[in-house]
Nanobody, 118 residues
Framework: QVQLVESGGGLVQPGGSLRLSCAAS????????MGWFRQAPGKERELVAI???????TYADSVKGRFTISRDNARNMVFLQMDSLKPEDTAVYYC????????????WGQGTQVTVSS
């Protein structure tokens, strides 16, 4: 059983920064990808950023140049550095991890609230 636990959310003023962390625990933690999604009230969950084991990351257009995703494979962690935050970044942020072998296993964290407001 795999568990993902997020931390680092909170209230921040526009233009501020937050750093989200996600720690994975359990067995067989060979994640093909780890990343972040978010869901604002009344909207569907959307991709924020995702990163494989090697190579470059993928970002939503709305966060390019402001957010940075990183992974620590040795500690089974993924981070999201969020700078120049805007009110429209307000959402519940979910950690996501995927294992692809003969089939695909997708795991989600419980979510952490990020509120950008003055």
């Amino acid at each position: 059983q795999v568990q993902l636990v997020e931390s680092g959310g909170g209230l921040v003023q526009p233009g501020g920064s937050l750093r989200l962390s996600c720690a994975a625990s359990g067995n067989n933690l060979a994640f093909s990808t780890m990343g972040w999604f978010r869901q604002a009230p009344g909207k569907e969950r959307e991709l924020v950023a995702i990163r494989g084991t090697v190579g470059s990351a993928t970002y939503a257009d709305s966060v390019k140049g402001r957010f940075t995703i990183s992974r620590d494979n040795a500690r089974n962690m993924v981070f999201l550095q969020m700078d120049s935050l805007k009110p429209e970044d307000t959402a519940v942020y979910y950690c996501n991890a995927v294992i692809r072998t003969y089939t695909t296993f997708t795991y989600w964290g419980q979510g952490t609230q990020v509120t950008v407001s003055s």
